[in-house]
């Protein structure tokens, strides 16, 4: 790579004798602060012509009249794909700049900017020069811009309340009631005016839709009520999926598509109006139709509807036809061969969250019967592409801890594995023709851009937004291991040594567990990548494994923790561990360990049946299994993976069983645990019932809860926050174990 060349070449020079050079500086160890160096490359777009490649640089940048604050900012780069000149930077100033796609010509840009207090749109970045200019003028927003194969229209997606259909609905003089049952009870739909709507006319500038009197007759008390509904005071829960992933969500929203002309100022059409959702649109060679998603029945509630279809729309007239209807399975990521003949996408058997893998699948686009390409590979595939003529199918499929990217002829044949490499992980990637461009991550930096043939040898780096940093650092490794677990099943674990490992001394070891619980975990993960350098330069030896249920293994070993949570999966982590401990550089009386959200789950499930650990840190964890079906968003989890629901006998003394409450006086280790204040997936009072259990217990135990937090803290969140998390984690530590 040209700055390791480079700095041989001065090393070199200096062994030469070129002056009395100074000694090369020690490298530095990884630093909390570094988090915030970090930078992620995402979304990378291949011009038509191969010659450039457009991506997304998201960094932490320090926030605008704040002190020791920082936000995130994403921003548009441009790199020749044959690394001919170093990249640059499209966009500046802007928070937010996603979604790039190229024209047709290969002359223009679209990508989605969202400019604080306002809705998103799609802009266009001319490369001849000049500002970037706003393409849509979307009320409700716009994203996931789509040109069609002349370049003359664009296809966008956007979100709308069901207020805002029924205003649609109602001004085109269409059916304003929804198709399917809206399950207030006793109630009829739309039977108030549409008071969200005309929320702005209640400071009495416009007449208001209807008469609304608290000691008016029974219609006009409803109309009352219904205002106060659509102020949010109260908030008026009738659904079944009535959480988001940080608040409540009373009201339906639906995702729309949208087609407008190529030029500013066009009116947008929405060409799926009414309350349906249609996901991941794309057009078809032809430039006729847009394939999607959307659901199996029209007559079904959304909250209820756990399989969809593909369906077909015309372009000019809206008119949806099936392409693919299978009872019985979900779809993913429709995308039609380059010459319209094909259609590929992925068929999983089952609801989500089932055990089944995700198959690359293709199907006639004139009709006709599908045809799976990846039965034999037993892994789940996702972010499917094709190559420019055809003849394959690229994917991204987890595989026994890496993530690599396989290939598969359109014809037929077994898959074939382009990244042998068992450290890296394929975080995202865009083909040309002879040409295949990767963010990759290595055991060596997060995230960085590749550039190679398109049979994935001898990829070139493109970028170093993290390598520049990374000079200078000293890091640590990683080792693969393998066992075989009581059940005969074979397990994958990973161990790291000290950054500044030294023969003969001791370490703690720090036991770090996954989530998901189909999540899986191996060197080229990028969510873990930072953090596992940080611990290790703190002095910890490391050990992580991806115990039965994970994903990247196959039907058998995922759905091998069904009605499993904890027992089975516990055993395979803490075989794991043993193993780690017969290093003779491990101090097995300094043991401590942490994971979130089901490694949250799981490090309290350890803390109540073994008690080798001095410390834990549990993160955003499931700590009841009952209360979890209520308060989590992600509550279908307890049917599929328990099967049955908390009023069942049989179910419910399997999710007791399962439960790290039900062992809460077991639990002696220290322990932190952290939440956010708005994590709806796995619910915040599930810490809240820990805390109190372990405090009346007279445990040690404490809480950290994040004010605005999601679910996705450690991944997203506010980076004052992720910072806080690691320190604090660290310094929880050291109270048991002490300095090394």
Not at 427 to 440: C, I, M, P, S, T
Request: hydrophobic share 35%; glycine share 10%; net charge negative.
């Amino acid at each position: 790579m040209p700055r390791l060349c480079l700095s041989a070449l001065i090393a070199s020079l200096s062994v030469a004798g070129l002056g009395a050079a100074a000694a090369p500086a020690e490298p530095a160890l990884i630093e909390a602060t570094d988090l915030l160096k970090v930078r992620q490359v995402e979304s990378p777009a291949l011009s038509p012509d191969g010659a450039w490649v457009v991506y997304v640089v998201k960094s932490i940048e320090p926030k605008a009249g704040t002190k020791d604050d920082w936000t995130y900012q994403n921003n548009l780069w441009l790199v020749p794909a044959d690394g001919s000149a170093p990249p640059r930077q499209l966009t500046h100033g802007s928070p937010s700049n996603t979604s790039p796609a190229w024209s047709p010509e290969g002359d223009r840009i679209a990508f989605v900017r969202a400019i604080e207090k306002e809705k998103p749109q799609v802009f266009t970045l001319n490369l001849a020069g000049g500002e970037a200019m706003p393409l849509t003028k979307c009320e409700t927003g716009a994203g996931r811009p789509r040109w069609s194969r002349d370049g003359r229209r664009v296809l966008f997606t956007s979100s709308l309340s069901y207020a805002q259909v029924r205003a649609a609905q109602e001004k085109a003089d269409a059916d304003p009631s929804p198709k399917w049952k809206v399950e207030r009870p006793g109630r009829n739909p739309n039977d108030t005016a549409n008071w969200s709507a005309d929320r702005e006319t209640h400071d009495g500038t416009r007449e208001s839709p209807a008469k609304a009197d608290p000691d008016g007759s029974l219609a006009e008390r409803r109309e009352w009520l219904a205002r106060n509904e659509a102020d949010g005071n109260p908030r008026v829960l009738d659904r079944l999926d009535f959480q988001s992933e940080s608040d409540i969500e009373p009201e339906f929203s639906f995702t729309h598509v949208f087609v407008q002309d190529a030029r500013e100022g066009a009116g947008a059409r929405d060409l799926t109006p009414g309350y349906v959702s249609v996901d991941a649109p794309e057009w078809t060679a032809d430039g006729r139709e847009i394939v999607a998603l959307t659901a199996r029945m029209e007559d079904e509630n959304p909250d209820r509807a756990e399989h969809n279809r593909i369906i077909a729309i015309d372009a000019a007239s809206g008119r949806i036809r099936t392409l693919v209807d299978t009872a019985g399975f979900t779809f993913r990521a429709p995308t039609p061969s380059p010459d319209g003949k094909l259609l590929a996408y992925t068929a999983t058997p089952g609801e989500i969250f089932s055990y089944g893998q995700a198959e690359v699948t293709v199907v006639p686009a004139a009709g006709g019967e599908p045809r799976p390409l990846t039965e034999k590979l037993d892994r789940g595939a996702s972010d499917l592409r094709w190559s420019p003529d055809g003849r394959y199918i690229y994917f991204v499929a987890p595989t026994n801890g890496a993530f690599p990217l396989y290939r598969v002829a359109a014809a037929g044949g077994d898959a074939v594995r382009l990244n042998p490499d068992p450290q890296l992980g394929v975080r995202d990637f865009a083909l040309g023709k002879d040409r295949l461009v990767e963010v990759l991550t290595t055991a060596a930096d997060p995230y960085e851009l590749y550039s190679g043939p398109a049979d994935g040898t001898a990829a070139k780096e493109l970028t170093a937004h993290n390598g520049e940093w990374l000079q200078g650092k000293k890091l640590s490794t990683t080792e693969a291991h393998r066992l075989t677990d009581a059940d005969g099943l074979t397990v994958d674990y990973w161990t790291m040594k000290p950054t500044s490992f030294q023969a003969g001394k001791k370490y703690p070891l720090l036991l770090e567990i996954h989530g998901g619980p189909a999540a899986m975990w191996g060197p080229g993960e990028d969510s873990m990548w930072f953090e596992f350098q940080y611990f290790a330069a703190r002095g910890y030896a490391i050990v992580y494994s991806n115990p039965r249920g994970s994903g990247g293994y196959g039907y058998g070993f995922q759905h091998a923790n069904y009605r499993d949570w904890g027992i089975g999966p516990s055993a395979d982590i803490l075989s794991a561990v043993s193993f780690a401990e017969k290093d003779p550089s491990v101090d097995i009386k300094r043991e401590v360990m942490t994971g979130g959200s089901y490694g949250g789950y799981m490090t309290a499930w350890i803390l109540g049946h073994d008690h080798r650990f001095k410390a834990a840190v549990a993160q955003r964890g499931v700590y009841d299994l009952l209360t979890f079906f209520g308060e989590g968003n992600a509550w279908r989890l307890v049917p599929r993976a328990f099967g049955g629901y908390p009023w069942e006998p049989e179910a419910r003394h399997i999710l007791e069983r399962d439960s790290p409450i039900t062992y809460v006086q077991d639990i002696t280790t220290p322990l932190l645990m952290q939440h956010g204040d708005n994590d709806r997936r796995t619910g915040f009072v599930q810490s809240e019932m820990m805390l109190r259990s372990l405090k009346q217990l007279g445990r040690d135990v404490e809480e950290a809860r994040y004010p605005r937090a999601t679910h996705e803290l450690s991944r997203s969140g506010e980076p004052r926050q992720r910072l806080d998390t690691l320190v604090r984690y660290e310094e929880f530590f050291r109270r048991y174990i002490g300095p090394n």
